[in-house]
């Protein structure tokens, strides 16, 4: 009887163990098998793409000036500020954006287009275009 009960659990074990050996990934994820026979997925919540623009506000000018950004709809899209001087960043985008820039440095101000075209961000009291986004 013993003999029974034992074989009877090798056999459990067995399969609970070759049901572990397979590389299944679930659907949409891409995975690679390691030399152990484990699954590793190369990237399971790979946090969602941001472009970043960098802008700078000092002694009255301000950087970048007119550069050029690629976005995609519905893409976060981050300024991140740095400045001098109070001032206005205007987003010409379908809704308009507008965001306060305080003189103080490590600022930060998201939104998102929802419409595919060309995004002017500019500064209003400086009169500067520091950006043009391409959003497809």
């Known amino acids: 009887m013993t003999f029974v009960k034992t074989f009877a659990v090798a056999g459990v074990v067995a399969l609970a163990l070759a049901g572990c050996g397979k ?3 679930a659907p949409g994820s891409s995975s690679s098998a390691t030399a152990t026979g484990t699954t590793q997925l190369s990237n ?3 946090p969602p793409a941001r472009v970043y623009i960098d802008v700078t506000i000092a002694g009255g000018t301000a950087t970048p000036l007119n550069q050029q950004v690629q976005a995609k709809l519905g893409e976060p899209i981050i ?3 740095n400045s001098d001087a109070a001032d206005q960043l205007h ?3 379908n809704p308009e954006h507008t965001f306060n820039v305080k003189p103080e440095k490590d ?3 998201q939104f998102t287009v929802d419409v595919p075209g060309q ?3 500019e500064l209003h009291h400086l009169d500067k275009t520091v950006a043009t986004i391409t959003v497809q």
Do not use: G, M, T
């Open 79 to 81: 300024l991140r500020v």
């Open 23 to 25: 590389n299944e990934s």
């Open 44 to 46: 399971p919540q790979a």
């Open 107 to 109: 600022q930060q101000f």
């Open 119 to 121: 995004v002017d961000v």
């Open 91 to 93: 987003v010409h985008s």
